[in-house]
């Protein structure tokens, strides 16, 4: 089965790079759920649990947007082909941005349990 690279989020985790298979059980397992996604860019999701809240899920990620988006539990992102509308690796480039990106933001917020 083909692999796909993304960045696990979980929840009071630092990201990490991971290899997930291309099959809908593969990311709902990582999710913990029925999977939902959030776009964070053109050819970037953030995939989620769509019931996270349901099921009480710790906080994970808060975005500092005028809705003020957070997000529960464990998540992953994962690059898109907007013009097939599939998941696709995020590339090198990507991986270092959102890498960055979410260490730096779980840092700060302060829901990193080291």
């Known amino acids: 089965m083909k692999q796909l690279t993304g960045i696990l989020l979980k929840v009071g985790k630092e990201p990490v790079i991971v290899k997930i298979e291309d099959?809908?059980?593969a990311?709902?397992?990582l999710v913990g759920g029925y999977i939902e996604?959030?776009?964070l860019s053109s050819r970037v999701d953030l995939v989620?649990?769509?019931e996270g809240r349901l099921k009480s899920k710790e906080?994970?990620?808060h975005?500092?947007?005028p809705h003020r988006l957070s997000i529960v539990g464990d998540c992953f992102i994962i690059g898109v082909?907007?013009?097939i509308g599939k998941f696709v690796s995020l590339t090198e480039i990507e991986q270092e941005v959102y890498?960055?990106?979410y260490a730096l933001k779980k840092r700060l917020e302060g829901i990193i349990n080291v």
């Open 37 to 39: 996604c959030v776009q």
């Open 99 to 101: 890498m960055f990106r």
């Open 59 to 61: 906080p994970n990620i």
């Open 63 to 65: 975005f500092a947007d």
């Open 27 to 29: 990311k709902q397992a």
């Open 48 to 50: 989620v649990d769509e």
């Open 81 to 83: 082909n907007p013009k």
């Open 23 to 25: 099959t809908l059980s």
